[in-house]
């Protein structure tokens, strides 16, 4: 697969991506932050540092719209200027993403018009939102999990609205670092035998 949508996110064992009342000023929720503490590695020769170096590899962002304008829209550049997508219910014309940024509607789009801009490099997905309607959407490849040995115990789940539909994965990669898995499964499509 030249170009894959590969999710990238960090997970409590309990399948938590924030600490409870997420919101501007506590972005990552109550106690969210402990997700993230692997990234105090990210420029280390160890594997969290290979994790860190092939998501900065990557030749689009797609995202939902809450985790942009949570992250302050990114000013406009999540990395190196690719171009990010954000998948949104609704754009309003006046409402102009900054930067490399634009917002699209329909999730099939999104998906082709980022992996037409990143080429032949993967496409990163960041957002509980978004992962889940592409997922619904058989738009996702691969997902590279950062399994966090900690139960936050309540927040926002990443999992939590994906319907009745089974979802088989593959494990491809384990990469174990100081207090973080790096996991990446490979999606099987619908239909597609386990």
């Known amino acids: 697969m030249n170009n894959p949508i590969r999710l990238y996110m960090s997970m409590s064992l309990d399948g938590y991506i924030a600490g409870p009342d997420d919101r501007p000023g506590q972005e990552l929720g109550r106690d969210g932050g402990r997700l993230f503490n692997w990234l105090d590695d990210r420029h280390s020769d160890g594997p969290s540092g290979q994790v860190y170096r092939e998501a900065l590899a990557t030749g689009a962002v797609i995202s939902g719209r809450r985790t942009f304008e949570l992250a302050g829209r990114w000013q406009?550049?999540?990395?190196?200027?690719?171009?990010?997508?954000?998948?949104?219910h609704r754009a309003d014309d006046g409402d102009v993403p900054p930067g490399?940024?634009?917002?699209?509607?329909d999730v099939e789009d999104c998906a082709r018009q980022a992996r037409a801009a990143a080429g032949d490099r993967p496409v990163m997905?960041?957002?509980?939102?978004?992962?889940?309607?592409l997922l619904r959407a058989g738009q996702v490849d691969e997902m590279e999990i950062h399994?966090?040995?900690?139960?936050?115990?309540?927040?926002?789940?990443l999992f939590d609205h994906l319907g009745g539909d089974h979802i088989e994965l593959d494990l491809v990669r384990r990469l174990e670092d100081r207090d973080v898995t790096h996991l990446r499964y490979r999606v099987h499509r619908p239909g597609e035998a386990a």
Do not use: E, K, S, Y
Not at 76 to 88: K, N
Not at 100 to 105: E, I, K, L, P
Not at 150 to 157: I, M, N, P, T, Y
């Open 100 to 105: 490399h940024a634009r917002f699209v509607t």
């Open 147 to 157: 399994l966090v040995p900690v139960l936050l115990g309540d927040g926002r789940r």
């Open 125 to 133: 997905v960041h957002g509980a939102g978004a992962a889940q309607a």
């Open 76 to 88: 406009g550049d999540h990395h190196d200027g690719v171009p990010i997508f954000v998948l949104t």
